[in-house]
C-alpha cells in the first residue's frame, strides 16, 4: 500500500506536533545531525582518498598528459624513453611537452638514524609545470646544484625540513634549498623536487632519457579531446594520452575499485544512511503512537489515511531539514579538521551537499513510511 | 522459595517492561543494533587494517628478527650484509639464523590472463631454510629450488589473475612457473604477493638491488631452552650498530607504532566509532526517557507502595542493559555476517575478535546506560501524588 504516501504537506499540524514536546524534538535534532554528519564524513573520506591521489596533478598545468600504456595511476607511472616525445613536440597542436620525472630514494637523514623513503619529483623549472607558487618563486633555488625543494607536508620522521640543511639523499648530499606547499598525497611520506640536472645526479644509472610523464600544453583554442585523438595516431600503442577529464576518471577509477576504499566508505556510508532511517523513524513513531489517540480521532471525524501519512511526512522532513542546517555546518567545520589530521584533501562541493541532502530527504521519506505503518492501525473504535 | 518471591528484586520487572511491547522492542532493539553495527564495522576495519600490515611478519617463523637499523617500516627494501647473518648463526642459544629476501617496488608482475603489468610484493629464501610457518608454502618450497618458479597468493587483488589456473605468468619480462599457491592476501601497500627462491629473487632483480649478499631480514630461531630476550642481548653485543634485533613481538610493536603514526587510519575509524556511539546514546535516551514517560504512574505507584528509589533505579539500569543487549545481540550476528561479506569482497582480513566483541560490548553498555542515567532523573522525581 504506497498509496497512503500521497503526499500533501501539512506543515501547521506536523509542526505542532514537534514544538509540542520540545525537550524530544530537541533531542531528535541531535540524532539526525549526528546521522547526517556522518553521512557527510564518509562521503568525504570517500572523495577524499581519489582526490589525494590527483593531488599531484590538481597542481599542474596541463591539457594533456602522456604516459606509457604502463601506467596504472599515479604511484605506478611506468616510464618511456625521451625520445617518443619528438612526435608531440612536432605536432602543430601542441605548445609545450614537458617531461617529469618520478623516483623513490633513501632520505639518510631522518630521525632516530632511520632511513625513510622519499619521493623525488624531477622537472625543468622554467616550464612552470607546478601551479603553486611557492614552488615558482624559488625556480632560481631549484637551479642550483644538488638543492632540493622539499614538501612542507613531509613528515616528522623525516627530521627538520629547515632551508640550508643538507641531508642525504640516495648516495648524494643535498641542500634544502626551501619549502613549498603541495602535500604529499599518495606519493609516499615525504616528497621533494628537484630540477632535472639534479635528478639525474640523485639517480645517476638512469639519466634523463627515461620519462615517467609528460605535461602536454596545447596551443589557444585547441580542442583537448581532438588533440588526444590526433597525438594518440601520432604516438603509437606504446604511450596514452590523457585529457585532463579522462586522467581524473582514471584515477579515481583506479582508487575506488582497486582498493579496499570504496567498499570501506562505502559500507561506511550505507551504515549511517540506515542508522539515519532509525533515528528518524524512532522520533516520528514515537511521536504516533504518543498521538495515536489524537489521529484516531482525525480519523474518526472524517480525515483520509492520506491526509495523516502526509503529517507524519512533513514531520519526517521537517525534523531532518532542521537537522541538516547544523550537520552542514559542522561537516565543514569537521573537514578541515581532518584535513590537518589526516592530510587528506576532504573538501565541501555542491554536489555533496545535493547528494546528502538528497539522501537526508530519502532517509526522511523512508522513516515516515514505516511509522505510517502503525498510523493506519490507529483504529477509532480501539483507541478508545 | 516463597519467600523469594516476596523480594522485589525476584520479580524480573525490568524484562517484563521489555518485552511487553514487542513493537516497541523492536524498534529500539533496531535503533540501538545500527548504531552499535556502525562502531562494530569501524572496529573491525580498523583491526582489519592493522593486522594485514602485519600479517607477513606474523607468518614469519622465527623468535628474533634481525633488519637494517636504518629500516624504519616493514614494507621497504633496506638490506643489509649477508655476512651479518652468518655472524648471527655463531651467537650462543641460535638455533638457526635464516634470510629473507624482500622487494616491494621493483617486482612487476604481468597478469596471465589479460596481460597487464602490476607492481608486487616479492619475498625469496632459500628451500632448504624455509622463513615462513605458512604449511602451503612450506609443502610446496621443494618446488622452488628450479629456477624460475614461483608461488603466487590466490588472495590476491583479483585484478593480477592470480587466482586463476594459469600455469604460466611473467615477472620483470622473464617467464616463471607457477608451482603452487598460498593464502595471504593484499595490504595497503600491496596488491598481492609472489614467493620464489632466493636465486630466482636475485636473478629476476636487475642491478645492484639483486645482489645475494644483501639480506632484508634475518629470521632466527632461538635453540629450545634458551630465553629469546637474554639470545637478543648475545646477538645485540655480536653484531655492529647498524642491525637492529628484535624479538618477533618487539617488531610487530615496531610495525604496528609506524602504521599508528602516519596512516590516516587509526583516527578515521575512531571518529565513525565516536559518531556510532554518541548516535547509539541519542537512540538508546529516546527509548529510555519515552519508556520512562509512558510507565511514570506505575513507577509513581510503586514508590507509593513503599518500593525504595534505589530499587526503582535498578529496574530501570537493568532494562537500559537489557536494551543495549537486545541491539547488540542481533548487530554481532549482523557484523558477522557483514564482515565476511565485505572481508571476501575487499579482500581484508575482517574478522571478529575477543578484542573488538568486547569493546563493542562495553560501548554499547556504555551508551545505553550513561543515556539511561541522564533520563532517570524523572524517576527519582516521580511524586505519587502528582502523577495521578
Redesign the interface.
Known sequence: MMAPFHFRPRVPLAWRILTYDKR?TG??L??IF??I??VF??LG?FYAVPRGGLLLYDNMRFDLLLASN?Y?YQA?P?AFPLGQLGPVRSSPDVEEATPIYFG?A?W?S?EG?????VFVIGFDPESHVFIPDSINRQTGVLGRADTVLVDTAT?P?FGPLDTGRVVEIGDRKVTIGGQYVLGTGFMG?GVVVASAANFSRLYP?RGLDIVNLAAIQLKPGVDPDHAAEDLRKAVGPDLQVFTRKALEAHETAYWTT???VG??FG??LL??F??GI??V???V??QV??QLPQFATLKAIGYPDRSLAGTVSTMSLLIVIAGFVPALGAATGLYSV?RQ????PVAMSEMRLLAVFAAAVAMALISALLSIG?LRRAAPADVF | MLAGIARPGSVPLAWRNLVSNKSRLLRSAGGIGFAVLLMLMQLGFEQAFFESALAVIRGLDGDILLQSAHKYQFATRDPFPRADLEKARDVAGVASARALYADWFDFFWKNPIDGKIFLVRAFGFDPAAPVFSYADVNAERDKLKEPNTVLVDRRARRFLGMDSAATEAELNGTKVKIVGGFALGPDFQSDGTVIMSDRTFASLLHGPAGDPAAVDLGVIKVRDGNDPAAVQQSLRKALPGTIAVFTKPELIEFERNFQAAVSSAGPIFAMGTIVGFVVGMLISYQVTYTDLSDQLPQYATLKAMGYRTGYLLRVVFEQAAFNALAGWVPALLLSLLLYYVIGRLALLPLHMSAHVTLVSLGLTLGMCLISAAIAVRRVITADPAEVF
Do not use: N
Not at chain 1, 589530521?341 to 587528506?344: C, F
Open positions: 524530544r533531542l531528535a541531535i540524532g549526528m546521522a554528519l556522518l564524513v564518509e573520506f604502463e596504472e605506478q611506468g623513490f633513501k639518510k631522518g638514524g632511520m632511513w625513510p623513503d613528515r620522521m611520506l644509472q582497486r582498493t579496499s567498499i570501506i559500507s561506511g551504515i549511517s540506515v542508522v532509525m533515528i523513524y524512532q522520533i513513531s514515537t503512537s504518543r581532518i589530521e589526516t592530510l587528506l502503525s
